[in-house]
């Protein structure tokens, strides 16, 4: 359908299509996935409901309950498509009536209901019948809604490249004979760290987003942080559990003052602390109360995102920006690293001893991570230009800075960042 002006009924109409869908269509896609245990199946009953409302909302009006809408839709193509498929007319009747029954999920349900679908979508995602690689990039598909392109961004790898593995994962699913119920026991527990490890890069999408005009994605990271919450009432023994809720609730209260009215992003050093969340920042330490509790009494060591968790509460219990302890931030990192090594890793850590230590000492780990190779791993990313630019201002060498926020600026895919980079390049020149 051709473009609506944004003020026109049509243009109302497709804003609201365009809404509904990002606020639903992860729980419409991970309810259909449950009712038809088929994942290409239920991607594409929803991408059906979706083109209905396009096609329909202009002209009837957006419907009272879009959720529910888009849902009944689906659940109808998804019902005249299992009879029409004579050969498998056992099942058919069995799933046709299945979705004839089924009811759209309360979209409002507490979030401590370990039976969610979306929870139950993550799981089954994470599946061990697929690459590391392919469960993230699957999960960030269908659960945090990100398209193919923003995957591989995510990935800095092709976007064909990533598409033929999310087709792959898929077909796995299909026909490796998986459950498509939420795990228990042994099973849930192996799978437990690639889930927390996804939940944390769709939280991550939304927090700094790869591509797209916007620096944020709130969408993204509420979603991370309510999946979060559920894995902590799910494994309330793993310690890391709690510290990944941590992590993202601290991380997640400062979303409103990372950006000006505009949609400008605002620095950490900049951002108006007031505006930080503080109920989230309380929920937040909790949990990393709680991570240290649990640790301590089942004698069992804090996870990687615990320790994430500590460097955020650091920040978190900071009245300013001068009174933060960037000591402390290095030591937490110098244990991450030694933990969790790799060259992101590496990057933040030469950011806090930059701070903590002066620029020379951040500039050192970055060049000890190119010595090392690490570096060819970001290749394709700005986030190492755009660190050593920032160390490089601060070091006063403000040509090289300059040069190295250019670098950083032509990397990105986001706009507003790259606005941010650039203007930072010609404050330098």
Known sequence: ????????????????????????????????????????????????????????????????????????????????????????????????????????????????????????????TCHPVLSADSRAALTLRLVGGLSTAEVARAFLAQETAVGQRISRAKKTLATSGVSFDLPTGAERTQRLDDVMAVVYLIFNEGYTATAGEEWLRPDLCHEGIRLARMLAVLEPTEPDTHGLQALLELQGSRTHARTASDGTPVLLDDQDRARWDHLLIRRGLAALERSTTVSQGGGRPVGAFTVQ?????????????????????????????????????????????????????????????????????????????????????????????????????????????????????????
Not at 82 to 99: I, M, S, V, Y
Not at 333 to 361: C, Q
Not at 370 to 383: E, I, K, R, Y
């Open 1 to 124: 359908m051709t473009d609506a002006p944004s003020g026109s009924p049509d243009g109302q109409a497709t804003r609201a299509v365009t809404a509904v869908w990002r606020r639903e269509s992860t729980r419409l896609v991970a309810a259909l996935v449950r009712m038809t245990r088929d994942v290409s199946l239920a991607e594409d009953l929803a991408q059906d409901a979706l083109v209905a409302a396009l096609e329909q909302w202009p002209a009837d009006g957006v419907p009272a309950n879009p959720g529910g809408w888009l849902m009944s839709v689906a659940k109808r193509r998804g019902v005249d498509q299992f009879r029409r498929n004579a050969t498998l007319r056992d099942k058919t009747a069995q799933l046709g009536h299945e979705l004839e029954e089924a009811t759209m999920p309360d979209l409002d349900a507490a979030i401590d209901h370990i039976e969610d679908d979306v929870l139950r979508l993550v799981f089954l």
């Open 309 to 429: 968790a500590h460097i955020a509460a650091c920040h978190a219990r900071a009245r300013s920006a001068a009174d933060t302890d960037w000591r402390q931030i290095a030591g937490w990192y110098d244990a991450l690293a030694a933990a969790a090594p790799g060259p992101v890793i590496e990057v933040n850590r030469a950011v806090a001893h930059g701070r903590a230590f002066g620029p020379d000492a951040g500039l050192a780990v970055l060049d000890a991570l190119t010595a090392s190779g690490g570096s060819t791993v970001l290749a394709g990313s700005h986030l190492l230009p755009s660190v050593r630019g920032d160390l490089l201002e601060r070091a006063g060498r403000r040509a090289d800075a300059s040069a190295a926020f250019s670098e950083a600026a032509v990397l990105t895919g986001n706009a507003r960042e790259r606005e941010l980079l650039t203007r930072r390049a010609e404050e330098n020149s």
